[in-house]
């Protein structure tokens, strides 16, 4: 008899470790060199989104300017049975405040390649150079 219970405990746990693995194995169908799906980012409530916001300058005989990025966050906005996912201003934690702006100001500019097309080229982060 406790030959037969050590046998059919054994068995429960090959099954069980033969299911599990089995199951690990078809909870991501990721292929090697699949893109990789970055939207769920644009949605997530936990990034800071960088909005471009307003042009501060720009010269038209050189065809650059600067844009100043607005820091925003999404918020949750319910009305009745209506849930929806808002951007909205957000002056965050930013230290040191003297180093790093809250909305900064940065360059862009357009280059005309043909008479139908523009490139348009920006800056979306600071620039630092080895002392």
Not at 39 to 50: C, E, G, K, L, W
Not at 70 to 82: E, G, H, L, S, V
Request: glycine share 2%; with cysteine; proline share 7%.
């Amino acid at each position: 008899m406790p030959y037969r219970n050590k046998m059919a405990a054994l068995c429960i746990m090959a099954l069980t470790a033969f299911h599990h693995s089995t199951k690990a194995q078809t909870e991501s169908n990721a292929l090697l060199n699949e893109p990789v799906d970055i939207s769920p980012d644009f949605r997530n409530f936990a990034n800071t989104y960088f909005i471009a916001d307003s042009v501060v300058s720009f010269n038209a005989s050189s065809g650059t300017g600067t844009i100043q990025w607005q820091r925003n966050r999404y918020f949750r906005r319910m009305a009745f049975d209506n849930e929806l996912a808002v951007l909205r201003p957000n002056a965050s934690v930013v230290f040191p405040t003297t180093e790093y702006p809250i909305n900064p100001v940065l360059p862009f500019s357009i280059q005309f390649i043909s008479p139908r097309s523009f490139r348009v080229r920006m800056k979306t982060g600071l620039t630092t150079h080895e002392e």
